[in-house]
Antibody, heavy 118, light 107 residues
């Protein structure tokens, strides 16, 4: 069974950086792409970016370019999303998701709430 | 970026009835469209990809159709567990984009 288990909720000050993890199991880690998706409170889904664990070049949405870094550690089957220069607009649940096809996330983590507040 | 417009924003349906949800793309995406279901407090769940292919384990009452700019998700006979928000997502061009969602509520 494919499982993606994300790290716990975070509270950060404006201007800080947050790093969220996503531990994968139940499949061969390098076979699936990993996506990150943002969902602000009461809002819809916004794609942040993706990484191919076998590749060193992630793809990022322009809205997050320059502030986000997505990585994958094949030694621990864990993906990470780091978001810097946080503002209140970044307060959201962040989901990781995995898929065999590059652009269709099949399996989703439980989500990680990031709260940015002074 | 490609904008996806979903309609209606809210759909009130009685259990057992058919629900028809629409997704319109600002430019052609071929068949590169997926549908997701999201319940409160849960992660999205993939229902349909390639516009009309059901994901693993998805009941046959869910069906997708369309190509180009016009797409439809049909739930043939709504069950209690189907009341949720549904999102379409295109994967024709980067960045991947989602529609704003259609909430299916109990009438």
């Amino acid at each position: 069974e494919v499982q993606l288990v994300q790290s716990g909720a975070e509270v950060k000050r404006p201007g800080a950086t947050v790093k969220i993890s996503c531990k994968a199991s139940g499949y061969t880690f390098i076979d699936y792409y990993i996506h990150w998706v943002q969902q602000a409170p009461g809002k819809g889904l916004e794609w942040v970016g993706l990484v191919d664990p076998e590749d060193t070049d992630p793809i990022y949405a322009e809205n997050f370019q320059g502030r986000v870094t997505i990585t994958a550690d094949t030694s621990t089957d864990t993906a990470y999303m780091e978001l810097s220069s946080l503002s209140s607009a970044d307060t959201a649940v962040y989901f990781c998701a995995a898929g065999e096809r590059q652009a269709v996330p099949d399996y989703w983590g439980q989500g990680t709430l990031v709260t940015v507040s002074s | 970026e490609i904008v996806l417009t979903q309609s209606p924003a809210t759909l009130s349906v009685s259990p057992g009835d058919r629900a028809t949800l629409s997704c319109r793309a600002s430019q052609g995406v071929g068949s590169n469209l997926a549908w997701y279901q999201q319940k409160p407090g849960q992660a999205p769940r993939l229902l349909i990809y390639d516009a009309s292919t059901r994901a693993t384990g998805i009941p046959a009452r869910f069906s997708g159709s369309g190509s180009g700019t016009e797409f439809t998700l049909t739930i043939s006979s709504l069950q209690s567990e189907d009341f949720a928000v549904y999102y379409c997502q295109q994967f024709s061009n980067w960045p991947l984009t989602f529609g704003r969602g259609t909430k299916v509520e109990i009438k």
